[in-house]
């Protein structure tokens, strides 16, 4: 499949979200991306089920929806009732990874889980065939224009290599320090999605930046028809 490009709303203009949405709308872009914090498991609080219930009203995108919170699981059948497509939650805030999965599948979403930094890939062993989706942080999880941390290409490639040998269709993401300088990098080590907040939303042309985004091709190279 060809990458996805997903915008990633926290670095938007919240004076005039509609405005920026609208763009999101007459994009390129893929998925709307979400990240919602609660200032526990992350020393940040971004915003909450009122927003996410506003922005679903203004745009048909798919909403990726990541839970940077403690307790995901009480809030799964919610975010289902707001209309968001995706819902991808933290393995470090889980007790049973596999059961919370199982929840998010029954409440009609599609299931993500993600992991920190310091968080090994081999980690993800026992649910490779289980989630939809597994969320690689580029950055330490918690606030955006974040350095890209560097060893976050070998995760990527190691869990590329998990999900190949169990024969999991499981999509990888990866938020955090996306750019325009390291997107085709990071399609050819593996990534199906990309999340970008501040390439996107700081560009003084956010929907040719996410043309762009998605025009890179595996070989690291702008496709030759988008050239």
């Known amino acids: 499949m060809n990458h996805l490009v997903a915008p990633s709303l926290l670095a938007a203009n919240f004076g005039n979200l509609q405005h920026d949405i609208d763009m999101i709308n007459q994009s ?10 609660d200032g526990v498991f992350v020393p940040n609080i971004s915003f909450g089920m009122p927003v996410v219930k506003a922005i679903r009203k203004l745009t048909s995108k798919p909403l990726d929806t990541h839970l940077m919170i403690i307790d995901p699981q009480r809030y799964i059948s919610r975010f ?7 819902l991808t939650v933290h393995l470090e ?3 049973d990874p596999a059961d919370t999965i199982e929840q998010i599948k029954d409440a009609g979403m599609k299931a993500g889980i993600s992991i920190s930094p310091d968080t090994p890939v081999s980690s993800l062993e026992a649910i490779l065939t289980e989630a939809d ?3 690689i942080m580029s950055v330490h999880p918690g606030f955006g224009a ?3 941390i560097e060893s976050s290409y070998e995760k990527i490639r190691a869990l590329r290599h998990m999900l190949t040998a169990s024969g999991s269709p499981a999509l990888i993401e990866v938020d955090g320090g996306v750019s ?3 997107a085709g990098n990071l399609v050819e080590a593996g990534v199906d999605v990309l999340v970008a907040g501040n390439t996107v ?3 003084p042309d956010p929907k040719e930046t996410i043309r762009l985004l998605k ?4 070989s690291n190279d702008l496709k030759s028809s988008d050239a």
């Open 201 to 203: 939303f700081s560009s």
């Open 215 to 218: 025009a890179y091709s595996s």
């Open 133 to 135: 989706l597994f969320l």
């Open 28 to 37: 390129a872009a893929d998925w709307l991306h979400l990240d919602i914090m």
């Open 93 to 95: 805030t889980c007790q």
């Open 80 to 86: 289902s009732e707001l209309g968001v497509d995706r």
């Open 180 to 182: 325009l300088k390291n």
């Open 146 to 148: 974040q350095g890209f």
